[in-house]
């Protein structure tokens, strides 16, 4: 069974704190991603990683940063969490621009 | 650069059909739809590529206008299931796999 796996489902964090939120995937793919949602604003895009040590910003990256050092793990770190931040954190995975991608649980984020 | 879908919600009896359009203003080599119900990660419904095909399994199909970069999802005699929110996600021909979602249509299925 195809697997991605988030280190959290729930994490509750200080403004201020540097918060790191993990995602392993099982399937050997090469692309990486983490999204935010939230209300009425859809899945939007943070950063993705097509390889290892490889990574692009997406449409929000600020705030944030991503380290993708083996294969299977895309991190993705809050430098210094701001309350803006709280939201719902999803990973995401797939080999090819023309297959599916699969997603983990998500991490629902709240900066106090 | 986000895909704009529309409607935003959708509400409807059980048995009526709806379309969700999604479009871009890039060329697409790629649109994928997914569900996503309360709670829950978005789940894989299938994914149309570059070419104008149509695909479809069971009552829930979709089309793929590469002229006008636009895609539509349409569920026929819809089932209480069916309930939850779609989104649709686009590869841009220029941006390798970069995987881009819409803000997401909110569909609920009454009995």
């Known amino acids: 069974d195809v697997k991605v796996t988030q280190s959290s489902r729930y994490l509750v964090k200080r403004t201020g704190e540097k918060v790191f939120l993990e995602c392993v995937q099982d399937?050997?793919?090469?692309?990486m991603f983490w999204y935010r949602q939230d209300p009425g604003l859809g899945l939007r895009l943070i950063y993705f990683?097509?390889?290892?040590?490889?990574?692009e910003k997406g449409d929000i990256p600020e705030g944030y940063s991503v380290s993708r050092e083996k294969k299977e793990r895309f991190s993705l770190i809050l430098e210094s969490a701001s309350t803006n931040q709280t939201s719902m954190y999803l990973c995401?995975?797939?080999?090819?621009?023309?297959?599916?991608?699969?997603f983990g649980q998500g991490t629902r984020l709240t900066v106090v | 650069q986000q895909p704009v879908q529309s409607p935003q919600a959708v509400i409807l009896r059980e048995g009526e059909d709806a379309v969700i359009n999604c479009s871009s203003s890039?060329?697409?080599?790629?649109v994928h739809w997914y569900r996503q119900k309360h709670g829950e990660a978005p789940v894989f419904l299938m994914i149309?590529?570059?070419?104008?095909e149509q695909k479809g399994h069971d009552k829930i199909s979709a089309s793929f206008n590469e002229k006008k970069q636009q895609s539509s999802l349409y569920l026929t005699a819809s089932q209480l299931s069916y309930s939850g929110t779609y989104f649709c996600?686009?590869?841009?021909?220029?941006?390798?796999?970069?995987?881009?979602f819409g803000e997401g249509t909110q569909l609920t299925v009454n009995p």
């Open positions: 995401a995975t797939h080999s090819s621009m023309n297959t599916e991608a699969f």
């Open positions: 399937m050997d793919h090469e692309n």
């Open positions: 990683s097509y390889d290892v040590k490889m990574k």
């Open positions: 890039k060329a697409l080599y790629s």
């Open positions: 149309l590529l570059k070419g104008g």
């Open positions: 996600g686009t590869v841009e021909e220029t941006s390798g796999s970069r995987l881009t």
